[in-house]
Structure formats: structure tokens, C-alpha cells
């Protein structure tokens, strides 16, 4: 199980920002494919966005582009999901999740381990 922490969820109005981050450790965060995916009550799991260790190339599902972004702070072995104009629909448990040098699954938002989940409410 990889150890993923992730922080900055909460609940916030329709139109409002939060941020999320996740820490890795330094051998995941190096080599891993790195994202988030959401979960919303009675649906199923969705894939968000995702990036790759060299921070040029990003992943998002079509519901968030322009939205969010997925950023990297490699000093701090951390990924960011800057989330703005929010939507109630956006309400979820987000987990920050990886997968290993497989091209396929991170463009796909398919990721393989995960963190706890922090909950992003957004009312209306």
C-alpha cells in the first residue's frame, strides 16, 4: 500500500476554490504517474487529473478542464489540484492516487493505489 496524505478538502459555495495536496514518498513521486480521482455517494469512482513526473504532461477528464489544474512541487514531493468555479456536482470524496510508468492507465485516469480521501463539498 503506498502511502498518499492529502489535505485542503472542504466545504465551500458554488463558484468558490479550494486546493487540494498530496505527499508521496520520494520513490513514488519520482517514477509514478500522479492524480486524482473522486468518488461521490452511490456512484462510482471517476478519474480526474493526472500528471507526469516531468510536470509537462496533464491529464483531465472532460467535466473539470478549465477548471482545475494539476500542478507539482518537486521539492516537496507534492501534487497539487488547484479547483476553481465549483460546481455542487463536484461533490465528492477526493483521492489522491498513483500509478507506475504506465503511460495507458494515466492518460485513462486508471490509477492502481491510493490515499484516505478528503471530502470537497460545494453548495449551492
Known amino acids: 500500500q503506498v502511502q498518499l496524505v492529502e489535505s485542503g478538502g472542504g466545504s465551500v459555495q458554488a463558484g468558490g476554490s479550494l486546493r487540494l495536496s498530496c505527499t508521496a514518498p520520494?520513490?513514488?513521486?519520482?517514477?509514478?504517474?500522479m492524480g486524482w480521482f473522486r468518488q461521490a455517494p452511490g456512484k462510482g469512482r471517476e478519474g480526474v487529473a493526472a500528471?507526469?513526473?516531468?510536470?509537462?504532461?496533464?491529464y483531465y477528464t472532460d467535466s473539470v478542464k478549465g477548471r482545475f489544474t494539476i500542478s507539482q512541487d518537486s521539492a516537496a514531493n507534492t501534487v497539487y489540484l488547484q479547483m476553481n468555479s465549483l460546481k455542487p456536482e463536484d461533490t465528492a470524496m477526493y483521492y489522491c492516487?498513483?500509478?507506475?510508468?504506465?503511460?495507458?492507465?494515466?492518460?485513462?485516469?486508471?490509477?492502481?493505489?491510493w490515499g484516505r480521501g478528503t471530502q470537497v463539498t460545494v453548495s449551492s
Open positions: 492516487a498513483t500509478v507506475a510508468s504506465d503511460a495507458d492507465r494515466c492518460r485513462r485516469l486508471d490509477f492502481a493505489d
Open positions: 500528471v507526469w513526473p516531468d510536470d509537462t504532461t496533464t
Open positions: 520520494p520513490n513514488i513521486y519520482n517514477t509514478n504517474c
